[in-house]
Every structure is written in structure tokens, then in C-alpha cells.
């Protein structure tokens, strides 16, 4: 968990060895945050979600609780007029993603052979990306927006 200063637990059950509840354990004795995604009081997977929210994790409402700093506003206008337009603030990667579907929207799978690139890697960015407003998962097609 090195360099991770917030947790999202979506799903746990009730026994105290799930591997969700041991993460969040874990963090809180990090002194991370904690989010939990509170769900049906009727659903087995969701006792130990909304037991860390009735311990005192933040409930997760929205993505924009685990950007970094909440406050701050995305940098990049969500709609680039064109590539030489492109942030500095964004990472190599990032302006790959974009230069590949800006004029040419595809699936993940399409941009996955394009960038010969690590899959994990490309969908943690794509995340990051979405996380900071730009909305490029469109309808299962990768585009810009």
C-alpha cells in the first residue's frame, strides 16, 4: 500500500479473515482513509462494508472522494479542441490513450493491441482519467471527449 492514501472497500463479508476487511485494517493502521460503499443490509457481501462504515469509514458517494485533494479542480479543459492542445499535467501514457482515440474511438480490447502496453497498467490510467473528469468510456468505446 506504499503511496496509497485512501481505501475503497465496495464489498466484504461478515468474517473478520476477509481479505477486504484485513486491507482495511491494514490502512487504518497506516493511518490511510477508509471509504466504504454502504449496500443492502439484506446482502451477506455487504456485512463487512457497512460494519467499517458503522466503525467509522467515510461512506463513498462519488469518485471525486479519492482524487487527492477533492478541492482541486481538474487542469485540463474536458474538451480538447485538438492534440497539440493536450496538459502538460498529463503522463506519457495519458497522451497516448488520447492521441490513439482522438479521431478513431475503439473498444479496449483495440487499444490494448494499439499501445502494446501493460493491460493493468492502461486500465488504472483510463481510471485516473476518469477520476479527473475527463469522460472517455463512452457506450464500451474509448473516446475523446
Known amino acids: 500500500m506504499l503511496g496509497v492514501k485512501k481505501l475503497l472497500v465496495v464489498e466484504a463479508g461478515e468474517k473478520s479473515e476477509s481479505g477486504s476487511l484485513l486491507t482495511a485494517a491494514y490502512a487504518k493502521e497506516q493511518n490511510r482513509q477508509v471509504f466504504g460503499a454502504p449496500n443492502s443490509i439484506y446482502s451477506r457481501e455487504s456485512l463487512g462494508t457497512n460494519k467499517l462504515i458503522d466503525e467509522g469509514a467515510k461512506i463513498y458517494l462519488n469518485p471525486s472522494q479519492l482524487l487527492l485533494d477533492p478541492m482541486r479542480k481538474p487542469r485540463v479543459d474536458n474538451k ?3 492534440s497539440k492542445s493536450i496538459g502538460e499535467d498529463l503522463t506519457s501514457l495519458e497522451k497516448a490513450i488520447l492521441m490513439k482515440i482522438e479521431d478513431n ?3 479496449l480490447g483495440e487499444l490494448l ?4 502496453k501493460n493491460k493493468s497498467d492502461i486500465l488504472e490510467t483510463i481510471s485516473i482519467m ?3 473528469g475527463r469522460k472517455i468510456n463512452v457506450g464500451g468505446f474509448l473516446k475523446k471527449q
Open 80 to 82: 480538447i479542441q485538438n
Open 130 to 132: 476518469e477520476l479527473k
Open 105 to 107: 474511438p475503439m473498444t
Open 113 to 116: 493491441l494499439n499501445l502494446k
